[in-house]
Protein backbone atom coordinates (compact mmCIF):
# COMPACT_ATOMS: atom_id res chain seq x y z
CA UNK A 1 0.00 0.00 0.00
CA UNK A 2 1.04 3.30 -0.65
CA UNK A 3 1.14 6.50 1.97
CA UNK A 4 1.83 10.10 1.07
CA UNK A 5 3.51 12.37 4.05
CA UNK A 6 4.89 15.63 3.59
CA UNK A 7 7.79 16.02 6.21
CA UNK A 8 9.10 19.21 7.04
CA UNK A 9 12.34 20.10 6.86
CA UNK A 10 15.47 22.81 8.00
CA UNK A 11 18.94 22.39 8.66
CA UNK A 12 19.76 25.63 9.95
CA UNK A 13 23.29 25.91 9.64
CA UNK A 14 22.11 25.67 5.57
CA UNK A 15 20.93 29.07 5.72
CA UNK A 16 18.07 27.92 3.78
CA UNK A 17 14.17 28.56 4.87
CA UNK A 18 12.44 25.24 5.96
CA UNK A 19 10.67 23.56 3.36
CA UNK A 20 8.11 21.17 2.40
CA UNK A 21 9.30 17.34 0.94
CA UNK A 22 6.78 15.23 -0.49
CA UNK A 23 7.70 11.14 0.08
CA UNK A 24 5.76 8.23 -1.27
CA UNK A 25 6.54 5.21 0.74
CA UNK A 26 4.96 1.64 0.23
CA UNK A 27 4.14 -0.43 3.60
CA UNK A 28 1.39 -2.06 5.26
CA UNK A 29 -1.01 0.23 7.13
CA UNK A 30 -0.61 -1.26 10.01
CA UNK A 31 3.35 -0.21 10.32
CA UNK A 32 4.29 3.35 12.03
CA UNK A 33 5.11 7.22 10.49
CA UNK A 34 9.08 6.27 11.98
CA UNK A 35 8.99 3.07 10.27
CA UNK A 36 8.00 5.11 7.03
CA UNK A 37 10.77 7.97 7.09
CA UNK A 38 13.57 5.22 8.28
CA UNK A 39 12.53 3.15 4.84
CA UNK A 40 12.78 6.71 3.24
CA UNK A 41 15.66 7.50 4.48
CA UNK A 42 17.19 3.92 3.95
CA UNK A 43 15.65 4.07 0.34
CA UNK A 44 16.04 7.59 -0.84
CA UNK A 45 17.57 10.61 1.08
CA UNK A 46 19.72 9.59 4.33
CA UNK A 47 19.82 13.05 4.71
CA UNK A 48 16.30 13.38 6.69
CA UNK A 49 17.13 13.69 10.53
CA UNK A 50 14.82 11.96 13.07
CA UNK A 51 15.35 11.21 16.47
CA UNK A 52 14.69 7.45 17.87
CA UNK A 53 15.96 4.34 19.60
CA UNK A 54 13.17 1.65 20.69
CA UNK A 55 10.72 1.75 18.25
CA UNK A 56 8.68 0.32 20.71
CA UNK A 57 6.74 3.56 22.49
CA UNK A 58 9.16 2.96 25.42
CA UNK A 59 12.22 5.31 24.91
CA UNK A 60 10.32 8.42 24.54
CA UNK A 61 12.91 9.45 21.44
CA UNK A 62 11.02 9.85 18.52
CA UNK A 63 8.36 12.48 19.26
CA UNK A 64 7.05 14.36 16.27
CA UNK A 65 3.78 16.11 15.36
CA UNK A 66 1.49 14.13 13.15
CA UNK A 67 -0.99 16.36 11.74
CA UNK A 68 -0.82 18.98 13.98
CA UNK A 69 -1.12 16.44 16.97
CA UNK A 70 2.55 15.69 19.01
CA UNK A 71 2.34 12.07 19.25
CA UNK A 72 5.35 9.35 18.98
CA UNK A 73 6.02 8.78 15.56
CA UNK A 74 6.58 4.95 16.22
CA UNK A 75 3.21 4.46 17.84
CA UNK A 76 1.37 6.30 15.31
CA UNK A 77 0.03 3.02 12.34
CA UNK A 78 0.12 4.40 8.95
CA UNK A 79 -3.38 3.32 7.90
CA UNK A 80 -4.69 5.45 10.60
CA UNK A 81 -2.79 8.62 10.11
CA UNK A 82 -3.74 8.59 6.21
CA UNK A 83 -7.41 8.32 7.82
CA UNK A 84 -7.43 11.40 9.59
CA UNK A 85 -4.98 13.43 7.96
CA UNK A 86 -5.79 16.77 7.28
CA UNK A 87 -5.55 16.83 3.49
CA UNK A 88 -8.48 15.04 2.07
CA UNK A 89 -5.97 13.54 -0.26
CA UNK A 90 -4.92 11.00 3.19
CA UNK A 91 -1.12 13.05 2.95
CA UNK A 92 0.26 12.50 6.39
CA UNK A 93 2.05 15.68 7.72
CA UNK A 94 4.59 15.40 9.71
CA UNK A 95 6.46 18.02 11.55
CA UNK A 96 9.01 18.51 14.50
CA UNK A 97 7.64 19.04 17.96
CA UNK A 98 6.27 22.80 19.24
CA UNK A 99 7.75 24.99 21.66
CA UNK A 100 11.06 23.83 21.62
CA UNK A 101 13.94 24.99 19.12
CA UNK A 102 14.46 23.00 15.47
CA UNK A 103 17.90 21.45 15.27
CA UNK A 104 17.75 19.55 12.27
CA UNK A 105 14.32 18.67 10.05
CA UNK A 106 12.15 16.60 12.74
CA UNK A 107 14.92 16.82 15.72
CA UNK A 108 14.06 19.43 18.26
CA UNK A 109 16.65 20.74 20.92
CA UNK A 110 15.46 18.57 24.00
CA UNK A 111 18.36 20.11 26.42
CA UNK A 112 17.59 23.65 25.52
CA UNK A 113 13.72 23.52 26.80
CA UNK A 114 12.67 19.89 28.21
CA UNK A 115 15.09 18.80 30.05
CA UNK A 116 15.92 22.71 31.29
CA UNK A 117 12.80 22.71 32.86
CA UNK A 118 13.02 19.17 33.99
CA UNK A 119 16.08 20.26 36.36
CA UNK A 120 14.17 22.94 37.30
CA UNK A 121 12.43 20.93 39.62
CA UNK A 122 15.28 19.16 41.11
CA UNK A 123 14.14 15.77 40.11
CA UNK A 124 15.15 13.85 42.71
CA UNK A 125 14.93 12.71 46.03
CA UNK A 126 15.79 15.27 48.77
CA UNK A 127 14.92 12.64 52.24
CA UNK A 128 15.99 13.71 55.81
CA UNK A 129 18.60 12.07 57.99
CA UNK A 130 20.57 8.80 58.02
CA UNK A 131 19.27 6.37 55.39
CA UNK A 132 18.03 2.94 56.91
CA UNK A 133 19.69 0.50 57.45
CA UNK A 134 17.73 -2.37 55.36
CA UNK A 135 15.01 -0.48 52.41
CA UNK A 136 13.10 2.39 53.18
CA UNK A 137 9.25 1.08 54.03
CA UNK A 138 6.48 3.61 52.60
CA UNK A 139 2.50 3.37 52.24
CA UNK A 140 1.40 1.39 49.68
CA UNK A 141 -1.29 4.12 48.20
CA UNK A 142 1.51 6.68 48.44
CA UNK A 143 3.29 4.49 45.98
CA UNK A 144 0.64 4.47 43.63
CA UNK A 145 -0.15 7.94 43.73
CA UNK A 146 2.53 8.87 42.17
CA UNK A 147 3.08 5.82 40.11
CA UNK A 148 1.47 8.03 37.09
CA UNK A 149 4.05 10.51 37.08
CA UNK A 150 6.50 7.65 36.93
CA UNK A 151 5.22 6.10 33.85
CA UNK A 152 6.37 10.09 32.13
CA UNK A 153 8.91 8.33 29.09
CA UNK A 154 10.28 12.06 29.12
CA UNK A 155 9.02 12.47 24.93
CA UNK A 156 8.21 16.13 25.57
CA UNK A 157 4.45 15.92 23.47
CA UNK A 158 2.92 17.50 26.11
CA UNK A 159 5.59 20.37 26.35
CA UNK A 160 5.23 20.48 22.24
CA UNK A 161 2.06 20.93 22.39
CA UNK A 162 1.18 22.88 25.44
CA UNK A 163 -0.60 26.15 25.08
CA UNK A 164 0.69 28.21 28.00
CA UNK A 165 4.16 27.37 27.15
CA UNK A 166 3.48 28.84 23.90
CA UNK A 167 2.48 32.23 25.47
CA UNK A 168 5.24 32.03 28.27
CA UNK A 169 8.27 29.63 27.06
CA UNK A 170 9.14 30.09 31.00
CA UNK A 171 6.38 28.20 32.06
CA UNK A 172 7.76 25.22 34.11
CA UNK A 173 5.56 23.02 32.25
CA UNK A 174 3.84 20.07 32.16
CA UNK A 175 6.15 17.62 31.77
CA UNK A 176 8.70 19.41 34.54
CA UNK A 177 5.75 19.94 36.87
CA UNK A 178 4.45 16.28 36.58
CA UNK A 179 7.74 14.65 37.62
CA UNK A 180 7.27 17.17 40.41
CA UNK A 181 4.31 15.61 41.84
CA UNK A 182 6.81 12.39 41.80
CA UNK A 183 8.93 14.09 44.66
CA UNK A 184 6.01 15.79 46.15
CA UNK A 185 4.16 12.73 46.54
CA UNK A 186 6.44 10.51 47.90
CA UNK A 187 6.51 9.94 51.45
CA UNK A 188 10.46 9.98 51.88
CA UNK A 189 11.21 13.29 50.53
CA UNK A 190 11.61 16.37 53.22
CA UNK A 191 11.18 19.25 51.22
CA UNK A 192 7.86 18.86 50.17
CA UNK A 193 6.51 22.48 51.51
CA UNK A 194 9.82 24.00 49.88
CA UNK A 195 9.00 22.62 46.94
CA UNK A 196 5.16 23.53 46.64
CA UNK A 197 6.30 26.78 48.13
CA UNK A 198 8.92 27.29 45.23
CA UNK A 199 6.19 26.38 42.08
CA UNK A 200 3.28 28.33 43.53
CA UNK A 201 5.77 31.63 44.35
CA UNK A 202 7.23 31.44 40.44
CA UNK A 203 5.56 33.10 38.37
CA UNK A 204 5.81 30.61 35.95
CA UNK A 205 5.11 27.85 38.31
CA UNK A 206 2.24 26.12 38.98
CA UNK A 207 -0.47 28.71 38.40
CA UNK A 208 0.89 29.49 35.16
CA UNK A 209 -0.97 26.67 33.92
CA UNK A 210 -4.72 27.66 31.82
CA UNK A 211 -6.33 23.41 32.20
CA UNK A 212 -6.17 23.51 28.21
CA UNK A 213 -6.17 19.51 28.66
CA UNK A 214 -3.90 19.33 25.78
CA UNK A 215 -1.17 17.34 27.71
CA UNK A 216 -3.60 15.17 28.77
CA UNK A 217 -4.62 14.81 25.50
CA UNK A 218 -1.29 13.58 23.78
CA UNK A 219 0.66 11.91 26.37
CA UNK A 220 0.88 8.55 24.89
CA UNK A 221 1.75 7.06 28.16
CA UNK A 222 -1.32 8.70 30.35
CA UNK A 223 0.64 10.43 32.83
CA UNK A 224 -2.13 13.31 32.78
CA UNK A 225 0.72 16.27 33.19
CA UNK A 226 -2.38 18.43 34.05
CA UNK A 227 -3.96 16.40 36.68
CA UNK A 228 -0.23 16.16 38.21
CA UNK A 229 -0.50 19.71 38.68
CA UNK A 230 -4.18 20.05 40.14
CA UNK A 231 -2.51 17.94 42.71
CA UNK A 232 0.22 20.47 43.55
CA UNK A 233 -2.25 23.22 44.05
CA UNK A 234 -3.90 21.24 46.34
CA UNK A 235 -1.20 20.25 48.25
CA UNK A 236 0.39 23.79 48.07
CA UNK A 237 -3.36 25.67 48.99
CA UNK A 238 -5.15 23.04 51.09
CA UNK A 239 -2.38 21.30 52.67
CA UNK A 240 -0.07 23.93 53.37
CA UNK A 241 -2.06 27.01 53.17
CA UNK A 242 0.67 28.74 50.79
CA UNK A 243 -0.79 31.92 49.41
CA UNK A 244 1.49 32.81 46.94
CA UNK A 245 2.46 36.69 45.65
CA UNK A 246 0.64 35.93 41.84
CA UNK A 247 -2.22 35.44 43.46
CA UNK A 248 -2.78 32.06 42.35
CA UNK A 249 -4.00 30.91 45.51
CA UNK A 250 -6.43 33.97 45.65
CA UNK A 251 -7.59 33.49 42.25
CA UNK A 252 -8.42 29.96 42.64
CA UNK A 253 -10.74 30.74 46.37
CA UNK A 254 -12.15 33.63 44.65
CA UNK A 255 -12.92 30.91 41.99
CA UNK A 256 -14.35 28.15 44.19
CA UNK A 257 -16.28 30.72 46.36
CA UNK A 258 -18.20 32.28 44.07
CA UNK A 259 -19.45 29.16 42.26
CA UNK A 260 -20.37 27.74 46.03
CA UNK A 261 -22.10 30.88 47.06
CA UNK A 262 -23.99 31.41 43.61
CA UNK A 263 -24.04 27.79 41.53
CA UNK A 264 -22.20 29.69 38.53
CA UNK A 265 -18.97 32.07 38.08
CA UNK A 266 -19.68 35.84 38.57
CA UNK A 267 -17.22 37.30 36.06
CA UNK A 268 -17.53 40.66 37.30
CA UNK A 269 -16.07 39.50 40.83
CA UNK A 270 -13.83 37.20 40.08
CA UNK A 271 -10.84 39.89 39.48
CA UNK A 272 -11.25 41.79 42.42
CA UNK A 273 -11.86 38.69 44.57
CA UNK A 274 -8.58 37.14 43.31
CA UNK A 275 -6.29 39.95 44.38
CA UNK A 276 -7.88 39.65 47.79
CA UNK A 277 -7.06 36.57 49.26
CA UNK A 278 -10.88 35.47 47.41
CA UNK A 279 -12.40 38.26 49.64
CA UNK A 280 -14.70 40.34 47.83
CA UNK A 281 -14.90 43.17 51.15
CA UNK A 282 -10.82 43.13 51.66
CA UNK A 283 -10.73 43.70 47.42
CA UNK A 284 -12.64 47.37 48.30
CA UNK A 285 -10.21 48.27 51.20
CA UNK A 286 -6.53 46.63 50.95
CA UNK A 287 -4.15 49.10 49.07
CA UNK A 288 -2.56 46.52 47.43
CA UNK A 289 -5.95 45.11 46.11
CA UNK A 290 -6.45 48.23 45.01
CA UNK A 291 -3.51 48.86 43.04
CA UNK A 292 -3.17 45.47 41.50
CA UNK A 293 -6.65 46.07 40.73
CA UNK A 294 -5.44 49.30 38.69
CA UNK A 295 -2.68 47.22 37.32
CA UNK A 296 -5.33 45.36 35.33
CA UNK A 297 -7.75 47.90 33.93
CA UNK A 298 -5.88 48.09 30.65
CA UNK A 299 -6.58 44.43 30.24
CA UNK A 300 -10.09 44.77 30.71
CA UNK A 301 -10.72 47.84 29.09
CA UNK A 302 -8.80 45.61 25.42
CA UNK A 303 -11.35 43.03 26.41
CA UNK A 304 -14.22 45.88 26.35
CA UNK A 305 -12.65 47.22 22.85
CA UNK A 306 -12.71 43.86 21.26
CA UNK A 307 -15.92 42.93 22.07
CA UNK A 308 -14.57 39.98 24.66
CA UNK A 309 -16.02 41.58 27.77
CA UNK A 310 -19.40 42.41 28.18
CA UNK A 311 -20.04 44.65 31.15
CA UNK A 312 -24.07 43.38 30.58
CA UNK A 313 -23.17 39.80 30.53
CA UNK A 314 -20.64 40.21 33.83
CA UNK A 315 -22.85 42.02 35.76
CA UNK A 316 -26.30 40.43 35.55
CA UNK A 317 -25.85 36.92 34.79
CA UNK A 318 -28.54 34.38 33.38
CA UNK A 319 -29.87 31.80 36.13
CA UNK A 320 -28.65 28.40 35.37
CA UNK A 321 -31.14 25.53 35.75
CA UNK A 322 -30.30 23.70 38.52
CA UNK A 323 -28.20 25.98 40.02
CA UNK A 324 -28.67 24.57 42.99
CA UNK A 325 -27.20 21.20 42.16
CA UNK A 326 -24.17 22.75 41.87
CA UNK A 327 -24.18 24.11 45.79
CA UNK A 328 -25.25 20.85 46.70
CA UNK A 329 -22.29 19.12 45.16
CA UNK A 330 -20.18 21.64 47.48
CA UNK A 331 -22.02 20.37 50.29
CA UNK A 332 -21.96 16.54 50.23
CA UNK A 333 -18.08 17.17 49.15
CA UNK A 334 -17.17 19.39 52.58
CA UNK A 335 -19.19 17.60 54.28
CA UNK A 336 -17.03 14.65 54.66
CA UNK A 337 -14.28 14.18 56.94
CA UNK A 338 -10.15 13.70 56.03
CA UNK A 339 -9.67 13.98 52.11
CA UNK A 340 -7.52 11.58 50.92
CA UNK A 341 -6.45 11.32 47.02
CA UNK A 342 -6.29 8.21 45.55
CA UNK A 343 -4.53 8.05 42.30
CA UNK A 344 -6.66 5.10 40.84
CA UNK A 345 -3.91 4.92 37.24
CA UNK A 346 -3.76 1.52 38.18
CA UNK A 347 -6.13 -1.08 38.59
CA UNK A 348 -5.30 -4.49 39.15
CA UNK A 349 -8.07 -7.15 39.74
CA UNK A 350 -10.59 -6.43 42.72
CA UNK A 351 -9.80 -8.22 45.83
CA UNK A 352 -12.36 -9.95 48.28
CA UNK A 353 -14.90 -7.31 49.79
CA UNK A 354 -12.81 -4.53 47.54
CA UNK A 355 -13.91 -0.89 48.12
CA UNK A 356 -14.64 -1.04 44.48
CA UNK A 357 -16.04 -4.38 43.84
CA UNK A 358 -19.42 -5.09 42.33
CA UNK A 359 -20.18 -6.00 45.99
CA UNK A 360 -19.72 -2.20 46.90
CA UNK A 361 -22.39 -0.97 44.57
CA UNK A 362 -19.80 1.33 42.84
CA UNK A 363 -18.31 1.14 39.57
CA UNK A 364 -14.18 0.79 39.62
CA UNK A 365 -13.06 4.50 37.83
CA UNK A 366 -11.57 3.73 34.64
CA UNK A 367 -7.53 3.82 34.15
CA UNK A 368 -5.85 7.43 34.68
CA UNK A 369 -8.80 8.77 36.84
CA UNK A 370 -8.15 10.40 40.13
CA UNK A 371 -10.60 10.35 42.76
CA UNK A 372 -10.49 12.25 45.94
CA UNK A 373 -12.28 10.74 48.46
CA UNK A 374 -13.25 11.47 52.26
CA UNK A 375 -12.44 8.79 54.67
CA UNK A 376 -11.67 8.37 57.96
CA UNK A 377 -8.83 6.80 59.76
CA UNK A 378 -10.36 3.51 59.81
CA UNK A 379 -9.80 3.36 56.37
CA UNK A 380 -5.77 3.85 56.40
CA UNK A 381 -4.20 0.99 55.76
CA UNK A 382 -0.74 -0.66 57.43
CA UNK A 383 0.27 -2.17 54.35
CA UNK A 384 3.41 -1.33 53.13
CA UNK A 385 5.50 -1.37 50.23
CA UNK A 386 9.23 -1.89 49.88
CA UNK A 387 10.90 0.68 47.71
CA UNK A 388 14.80 0.87 47.30
S1 LIG B 1 -3.30 21.83 30.81
FE1 LIG B 1 -1.78 23.29 31.55
S2 LIG B 1 0.19 22.23 31.44
FE2 LIG B 1 -1.29 21.05 30.23
S3 LIG B 1 -0.99 21.78 28.14
FE3 LIG B 1 -2.65 23.02 29.02
S4 LIG B 1 -1.66 24.81 29.91
FE4 LIG B 1 -0.06 23.30 29.49
S1 LIG C 1 4.11 13.47 30.59
FE1 LIG C 1 3.56 12.17 28.86
S2 LIG C 1 3.74 13.51 27.08
FE2 LIG C 1 4.80 14.52 28.77
S3 LIG C 1 6.94 13.90 28.53
FE3 LIG C 1 5.97 12.45 29.94
S4 LIG C 1 5.27 10.75 28.64
FE4 LIG C 1 5.70 12.46 27.28
S1 LIG D 1 11.54 5.18 19.11
FE1 LIG D 1 11.39 4.91 21.28
S2 LIG D 1 9.49 5.80 21.72
FE2 LIG D 1 9.53 5.84 19.58
Not at 90 to 118: F, Q, R
Not at 288 to 317: C, F, M, Y
Request: a negative charge.
Amino acid sequence: MSFDLKVRRYDPESGESAYWQDIQVELGPERSVLDAILKFKADTDNSLGIRCSCQAAICGSCGVRINGQSRLACNTQLGVASEEGRSKDGTIVVEPMGNMPVLKDLIVDMDAVHWKKIQRVVPWLLPEGEPPEREYVVPAESMIDITQSMACIQCGACVSACLSMEVDPEFVGPAALAKAYRFVGDPRDSQTEERLRDLAEDPHGIYDCTHCFACIEVCPKDVAPMSQIMRLRRRASGDYGIKDSNNGYGHEKAFVDIVRKYGTLHESQLLPRSYADGSLVKSQVRPDSLKQLAEGLPTVINGLRSGKVSPVKAIWHKKLPDQDQVRRIYHEVESRGERIELNLYIVGDEAEGDEWGPDAGAEAPAMGDAAEVATGPEAGTEQGAAVQ
